[in-house]
């Protein structure tokens, strides 16, 4: 029988995903990564839980729901690209938003509710980003100048209404390999 990982996630719009990938694909050439993550699979992680079993999986959900169909829908800005791990030979090549209130505090109730749920999730504190690519792949060091802000043609920041939090599955061996196991919908303001 499959394990597979589970972990909760802002949905981005499908023109955020085209957005973004679009972007990138112009610039592709200045960033040897040896993985690109497929578009479909672009998300904000807020909680990683690794191997859960159903029960314990359907005990969060049932606790989230009634949370995040309060929280009214917001919008995001994407800000800049960035990396996680050494600075010459990156490991995580990734894009983030500009800071979000709302975003801050939605991960912080999912994160709440997974821990007391008996979910052990990394402590490090959450730094909001959307993987593009993993494992640099070139024998000269990274270079920090590539990472440039995210603008529209126009040099206008691109934003995008988040209207959905969803609980994915991982199939490790598919692309896209992100599977929306749960999807819990946010209060349309006004609606």
């Not at 949905?11 to 112009?26: A, D, N, R, S, V």
């Not at 994160?111 to 504190?125: A, R, S």
């Not at 802000?149 to 896209?176: A, C, M, W």
Request: charged residues 30%.
């Amino acid at each position: 029988m499959t394990r597979h990982h589970y972990f909760f996630a802002v949905k981005l719009p499908k023109e955020t995903k085209e957005f973004l990938y679009e972007w990138i694909q112009t610039r592709k050439e200045g960033f040897p990564f040896a993985r690109w993550v497929h578009p479909e699979d672009y998300h904000i992680t807020l909680a990683f839980l690794g191997f859960a079993e159903k029960p314990k999986l359907e005990r969060v959900m049932e606790k989230l729901k009634p949370i995040l169909e309060k929280e009214a829908s917001f919008t995001l800005t994407l800000n800049s690209l960035g990396v996680f791990g050494p600075k010459k030979e990156p490991r995580i090549f990734w894009a983030d938003v500009e800071p979000s209130e709302q975003l801050f505090a939605i991960q912080k109730e999912v994160f709440e509710q997974c821990v007391e749920t008996g979910f052990e999730l990394d402590k490090k504190p959450f730094r909001p980003h959307i993987t593009l690519a993993r494992k640099w792949d070139s024998l000269n060091a990274f270079d920090t100048k590539t990472l440039v802000p995210i603008r529209e043609e126009d040099g206008k920041t691109f934003s995008f209404n988040v209207k959905e939090i969803v609980l994915y599955e991982t199939h490790l061996k598919q692309t896209p390999k992100y599977y929306e196991y749960a999807t819990f919908p946010l209060a349309v303001p006004g609606g």
